[in-house]
């Protein structure tokens, strides 16, 4: 299949920078996005490959207008920006700004230069009348020992030395999610025994997924433990506490640490390790979806651990997410022991894990972002979110009060103190807020957040008794006006 690189000396950057595009990118979700752009770049390419006579080279005009009709009819057919005000970090409803502008620029970059065959292609495609791929590193954007040039292939390897010089271990794997990520292990390390597992997490999260699916799908024996609602040492030391004629060996022990479950770290530090010296040979896994790079223990009201505050329990891999809070693409990393991730390599079914390349460069670009403490705040949308002083949120209310007041579809509104939570259960992970207590004009709080949910762009809010919450915790500044907006253009 052709290169979309090879038929075109137009950056896609250069491309999303037109002053036709930028309105409709900013409305639509970055996937959308991202497979758009390819999309036409593939067809783009397929005609002039394919053509019988010659043809003209599109020019920026040509390309920029595929890319809007096609961005267009995406907007037409229901994928709208959506303004979350739910109070809700976790998951979002099509959340645009869930991956900053740095990184998605990034990633559509990247495109340039992938090829569009199976195998991802050739390190680099050069511009159409090239002679020559040229040098990879005249293109370097950093001196830093682990930056990646980016017109050399993003491959798990190089994502991988990123991934470990940031936070100081062995090795590193990447996922397309960790649901899938977890799967690979199970059927890994369930081939050479039980996996031990607590018995709480076997129900279903937040998200609608089981723990218990994963497990029957990889055809692992599976020891639960514990209570359903805890689980301690002794639990986990159990299975091997009365040894018995034909007991099943243990192949990989899951701690159960789902922060999003509302459960804390199950274990301290010491007991993880005197749970290794139990197991000498047994891969001890801890997974946490909500985990920040940077310490957030002044933002949240709860103790939310870093990566780093998990890696130091002496776990043997470490299973998180790209997205969430540390704002990249949402693919699973398994950091820790290249002993045992050796062992997943090697295995006939990692090849069906591997993670798409663009998301892999995602990820680069991410780490990369966090060597600046000075700009990663603002160039991470979450953290940009989550580090808004309540202050800053009084003010923004405050100011939109007496615009909302002059819109019919509203009676009153008021500002009022709020919480935000990380995940619905709202159980772990609180966040002091501001909230707008809208009470509607001839409408019930239900009535009008349907109404607003069908709206262009869409508001979601929660209704409270008699009043409809905005919670500002969730909205980034620059939606302020939309929200005026929206209510403004209600009958």
Known sequence: MPK???????????????????????????????????????????????????????????????????????????????????????????????????????????????????????????????????????????????????????????????VCSRLGVEDALFFPSPELAELCLFQTFGRSGAILTARRDMTEDHSGRRLADRLSYSSATVIEVGASNSVRLSDYLSPLAVPRRGETEVGLIRLASEVAAGHSLALLPEEIRTLNEAYPDVPVLLRCDYAPLVDLSHVFLDSIPTIGELLATQVDLLLFSGGQLIGGPPCGVLAGSKRYL???????????????????AGMVKTFELYKNAQTVEQQIPILRLLLLPTANLQNRAERLVPQLRLCRAIEEVTVRPATAYLTPDRQIGRLASVALAIKPAGRTPGGLAQVLASARPALVGSAEDDTLSLNLKTVPPEFDALIVKVFEELP
């Open 4 to 162: 979309p690189g090879k038929f075109s000396i137009f950056s896609i950057n250069e491309l999303l920078a037109s002053p036709r595009l930028r309105p409709v990118i900013e409305r639509l979700h970055p996937a959308s996005v991202l497979s758009t752009v390819k999309g036409v770049y593939e067809d783009v390419s397929e005609e002039m490959f394919s053509a019988a006579t010659e043809r003209r080279i599109p020019d920026l005009a040509d390309l920029t207008e595929k890319i809007l009709a096609r961005l267009q009819d995406i907007e037409r057919r229901g994928d709208r920006l959506i303004i979350d005000a739910s109070g809700i970090l976790f998951p979002t409803p099509t959340f645009n700004y869930a991956l900053g502008r740095t990184i998605l620029d990034e990633m559509l970059w990247r495109l340039d230069f992938l090829d569009a065959s199976p195998d991802y292609g050739e390190a680099y495609c050069s511009p159409a009348g090239s002679e020559s791929a040229g040098d990879p590193a005249e293109f370097s954007r950093g001196e830093e020992p682990y930056s990646v040039a980016p017109a050399q292939k993003i491959t798990p390897s190089t994502a991988a030395r990123v």
């Open 342 to 360: 050796d062992r997943i390599r090697s295995s006939n079914t990692a090849d069906l894990f591997l993670p798409h390349p663009i998301d892999l």
